[in-house]
């Protein structure tokens, strides 16, 4: 039986994502903080497609969190295709106005947790013909982001990281995908602290978490690479490649404030 992996999985787009697999006769293994929506979404994706499902309360923020993924995965003996790192959160505002602590804690969600994953987890995935690592990165990534600075940094690591590990393992059957989703409805805002501006500024443009799991699960089985999910956003990291910094970041800037 084969088993996928998804961190973040109590809501929002790793919800879809892991609805998606299931529907599609994969087997679950659910990370979140949420023990309630764990166990929600396991009964309910259990209930509707007839597969197995399993979760682990867990905040990639804390030490030792992956080790004990690890762990809790190994002594289940299963046979994991699909690794999904799927948890992330972004803070809004000046820099300084969060502690260190604060900012340290997102850089080891969202960064170094997903390395640590990809490099524990390797072993669980080669060997196997073709298996996948889905890495959520995000809009962000493509540019420098005025009062989300180091949300974005960490966004432009993601891709970068996982535009290159796509090459290194590709020939030894793992599949890297990275997938930047724009504005979505999720709880991001209300975490991220987002301003009511730059709200606003998303509402024409947001897509669903259903349809952002999609594009992904879609770019994933197809080999992809990397996947910007819809064209507005295929549209805005283009226009940021070509648009000088100055004139990107000042936009940015105004929408963020």
């Known amino acids: 039986m084969s088993y996928a992996l998804i961190t ?15 529907s599609q006769g994969y087997h679950l293994l659910l990370i979140a903080r949420n023990s309630y929506e764990l166990q929600m979404v396991k009964e309910e994706l259990e209930k509707k497609y007839a597969i197995q499902a399993d979760y682990l309360v867990s905040d990639l923020s ?5 080790d004990r993924i690890v762990q809790w995965v190994d002594s289940k003996q299963i046979d994991l295709r699909i690794l999904v790192n799927n948890a992330g959160y972004g803070l809004v505002g000046q820099f300084e106005s969060y502690s260190f602590e604060e900012n340290q804690k997102m850089m080891q969600v969202n960064m170094n947790a997903l390395v640590d994953m990809c490099q524990k987890f390797f072993p669980f995935l080669s060997g196997k013909g073709k298996t996948h690592v889905l890495n959520i990165a995000s809009s962000t990534a493509y540019q420098a982001i005025p009062n989300m600075s180091l949300y974005a940094a960490t966004k432009v690591f993601v891709l970068n990281f996982s535009r290159g590990l796509y090459h290194e393992w590709k020939s ?22 987002l301003p009511a501006k730059a709200r606003k500024a998303a509402e024409k443009i947001t897509m669903t978490p259903e349809s952002v799991a999609k594009l992904a699960v879609a770019g994933m089985f197809a080999g992809k690479q990397e996947v910007i999910t819809g064209f507005v956003n295929k549209l805005a990291a283009f226009l940021a490649w070509v648009t000088p910094k100055s004139v990107s970041e000042k936009i940015a800037k105004g929408i963020y404030e």
């Open 62 to 66: 804390e030490e030792g969190a992956v």
């Open 8 to 22: 973040g999985a109590s809501k929002g787009i790793g919800k879809e994502i892991a609805s998606i697999l299931a």
């Open 172 to 193: 030894k059957g793992v599949i890297v995908t990275a997938v930047s989703p724009g504005a979505t409805t999720t709880n991001f805002n209300d975490r991220a602290n």
